[in-house]
């Protein structure tokens, strides 16, 4: 898991929101000041300060800390301390100010709301996966917040009558938050294994549900991060976190049923590093382990119906190989980015090999893709007829069908998808004997859509295309372009407009990006996005450095040393698309979730001059304080994407772009910062001390909000989907307003 990857998908990305309206809200009281073009940078910009609410100024109690013979002063640190009166009194006065200063936007809110839920088929059922001897699907009911878990056995056909799995609707009746986590079956069908949060601080309590009789088992373990049953369904492995830092690093058997017996600990992960996960080969022969940093991983592995074997070494960890296993027959099909031999480099959009499961070391690898350039092997699954491998070339997702017995480019080959600019994602596919491959398909104007792809005849079958009502793919259009940035890489941007919009630099912008972790953000459908699209805003995203859309090498050249990359590319992007035309230089707003609140944070500090309007959602913004504090969660685990600032160098690095210590006494634009008390990735604390300090020293009298839920939310904000999509509604009323786009213009 990675502190800063966002939970929180574009507004170009399907979020799965609904709703039924929102609640009553008082009239408004207030208005926003209007909306201004960028700010300017000097002083001189003041403007005397508008009536109305007072923004909650938070007091100073500075503490200093000493490193490299540099002084850091943080004056806010104090909000650190959760549960304080102090603490909560300020958070709510935050809440308070935001609320008054956002009535005005209820009317436009409950428009974009409706709107959006226009174009939602809240009643649905998904395209059921076969799993042994059940057909399992999911499928939501309108006015409920959560979809429901179901399944009907394969051999009553149709008429086979409908067992629910788990319903998280029931659980919210007496919980706030409901947050699933691991789920495994076991191999007869009769026990699930799930875990479930409910605080939105991402801690799963193990549950064991028996589906004969719909109870919960005796069965329990805390802080649960993976699930795997044995083949005999009376087995089960798990792995859990450190209560304080958050991190995966211990793995235990346990015997359901046994409430005497202790677990057995067979691994424990001690490099901090390094996370630790189970799960199951794609022949259910195995049951990997496997510990991972942002560099390096390492393997084990014992035979599913040999539960109390001992692990199998794979290879041992060598810092920066990363490498994954999978399984069929006597073999291990092994992704790596290993070097194809002794004094070569690093294959970093790796390559593929197998090896014996009786002799799995690196000496007996053999090659069956090469390393390539221009083409990174994202991923391998195996069946029994066929393989798939999903790429990523150009930018793009690809998925290429191998022939499982020679695993390689030679007789493989590409399937054919029908537009130029889309994303793809797995679909669920459990049955190793399965004749079909099942995935997902989409672009920015065509819906989510399941296909199944059977490699025998080279068809592809649409199972099922998302119904969207009130919503007419014909009315928009999507492309790509490049923007050039000043070192003269070229940035893929991806555009959503309506059709008939014309490059003559006069259409708003809503421009997003991510750009860490080699995390890609591709262009999907989102339905409540056309809210935007119809009154006229481009919406776009930059697939900038740092990120992972171009391959592994476009990771490497935004992280660590090379980070400044990932916001002189944002800051390219954003001067390319208003020289494209794209947009009109004084109208553009820009979000960042996150990691990508980071990029936010920077690009303000940076060239604040440039945007009208910024969304912040989460953001990693503290990044000096958060990565000297390894008491933290995840701190350890992340030296090896942003530095270790105990470094000299790393911290210099840091200290260029850390958009807590690099707020300056200039103009910013208007910004909407929103947290979570709960979130476990990026503490409340980061945007309410970034907030404090932008308050205190930026010059002009643009709206600088900060929104937090109190009450229990995560990552991602809330869980429901009808809470989701009105906090959507909130932000694109705040940034329509920002924007000066007015409807029925």
């Known amino acids: 898991m990675m502190r800063r990857t966002s939970m929180l998908l574009p507004l170009l990305v399907v979020l799965g929101c609904s709703g039924e309206g929102l609640p009553p809200a008082p009239a408004p009281t207030t208005s926003l000041p209007p909306a201004s073009p960028p700010a300017a940078t000097s002083a001189a910009a ?44 300020h958070l709510r006065a935050e809440n308070a100010y935001s609320e ?6 209820t009317p436009q809110k409950e428009r974009i709301y409706g709107e959006m839920l226009g174009r939602l088929q809240e009643t649905d059922v998904e395209v059921p996966f076969r799993e042994g001897a059940y057909l399992y699907y999911t499928r939501t009911e309108k006015g409920k917040q959560y979809p429901i878990y179901c399944r009907k056995a394969v051999k009553g056909g149709d008429k086979a009558p409908e067992e629910v799995v788990i319903d998280p609707n029931e659980i919210a009746k007496t919980e706030k938050y409901v947050g699933l986590g691991p789920l495994a079956l076991s191999e007869d069908g009769n026990l699930l294994a799930y875990g479930l949060d409910t605080t939105g601080f991402r801690q799963f309590v193990l549950r064991v549900r028996d589906l004969k009789t719909g109870k919960d088992l005796v069965d329990r373990a805390e802080r649960v991060t993976s699930i795997v049953f044995a083949k005999d369904g009376k087995t089960l492995f798990y792995t859990v976190e450190d209560p304080v830092t958050k991190r995966s690093h211990k793995l235990f058997r346990h015997a359901l049923g046994d409430e005497a017996a202790k677990d057995a600990l067979l691994y424990e992960e001690k490099d901090e590093r390094f996370r ?6 794609s022949s259910k022969k195995l049951i990997f382990v496997q510990s991972n940093s942002h560099t390096t991983s390492e393997v084990r592995f014992l035979p599913a119906d040999k539960p109390t074997a001992p692990l199998t070494l794979v290879e041992p960890r060598e810092q920066d190989h990363e490498y994954d296993v999978d399984h069929r027959g006597d073999e291990l099909v092994i992704r790596t980015n290993s070097p194809a031999k ?30 390539r350039k221009d083409v990174m092997i994202e991923s391998v699954e195996l069946f029994s007829t066929f393989a798939v491998a999903f790429e990523r070339e150009d930018g793009l997702r690809q998925i290429r069908v191998l022939d499982p017995k020679k695993l390689s480019l030679d007789g493989s080959h590409k399937i054919a998808l029908p537009e130029p600019v889309f994303t793809l994602r797995q679909g669920e596919n459990r049955e190793f004997d399965a004749p079909f491959y099942r995935f997902r398909f989409e672009s920015p104007t065509t819906p989510s859509t399941v ?35 000043k070192d003269g890489t070229k940035i893929p941007v991806s555009l959503l407009y309506k059709k008939g919009t014309s490059p003559d630099g006069k259409n708003p912008l809503f421009l997003y990006a991510y750009g860490s972790y080699g995390f890609p953000i591709f262009p999907m459908f989102s339905a409540p996005a ?42 390219d992007a954003t001067e390319g698309l208003v020289q494209m035309g794209w947009a009109a230089k004084d109208r553009i707003a820009i979000q960042g979730a996150s990691a990508g609140g980071l990029l936010m944070g920077a690009v303000l500090n940076m060239r604040p001059d440039l945007y009208r309007a910024a969304i912040a959602d989460v953001p990693f913004v503290d990044v000096i304080n958060t990565m000297l504090d390894e008491s933290l969660p995840l ?24 958009p807590y210590e690099n707020v300056a006494k200039k103009a910013y634009p208007s910004i909407l910062v929103n947290t979570s008390y709960n979130d476990s990735q990026v503490m409340y604390w980061e945007p309410a001390k970034w907030v404090a300090r932008l308050r205190e020293r930026k010059t002009d009298q643009n709206p600088l909000l900060l929104r937090i839920h109190l009450d229990p939310a995560g990552h ?11 906090e959507m509604a909130f932000k694109y009323a705040w940034l329509l307003d920002r924007l000066d786009v007015k409807d029925g213009t």
Request: net charge positive.
């Open 276 to 281: 630790l996960f189970s799960g199951r080969s």
């Open 342 to 371: 002794p004094g070569d480099p690093k294959s970093t959009n790796f390559r593929l090999v197998v090896a014996k499961v009786s002799s799995p070391g690196r000496a007996s690898w053999k090659e069956t893709i090469p390393h």
């Open 716 to 726: 991602g904000g809330k869980s429901g989907r009808y809470e989701r999509m009105q």
């Open 100 to 105: 008054a200063m956002t009535a005005s936007l």
């Open 451 to 485: 296909y199944e792809y059977e490699p025998k005849k080279r068809a592809l079958v649409l199972k099922k295309r998302n119904e969207v009502p009130n919503y007419d793919a014909g009315r928009y259009e999507s492309k790509r372009v490049y923007a050039t940035a």
């Open 530 to 571: 056309f809210s935007l699209v119809d009154r006229g805003v481009v919406c776009a995203i930059a697939h900038i450095r740092g990120g992972g859309e171009l391959g592994e090498t476009w990771h490497e050249a935004g992280r660590m040393k090379t980070k400044m990359n990932t916001f002189t590319d944002f800051v």
């Open 46 to 89: 003041e403007t005397p300060a508008p009536k109305g609410p007072v923004a909650p100024i938070a007091k100073k109690d500075p503490r200093v800390t000493e490193i490299h013979g540099v002084k850091l002063v943080d004056d806010y640190a104090w909000l650190r301390k959760k549960d304080a009166p102090e603490v909560l009194e």
């Open 635 to 658: 701190t350890v685990e992340e030296f090896e994407e942003w530095g270790n600032p105990k470094k000299k160098d790393e911290f210099e690095t840091i200290a260029r772009y850390s």
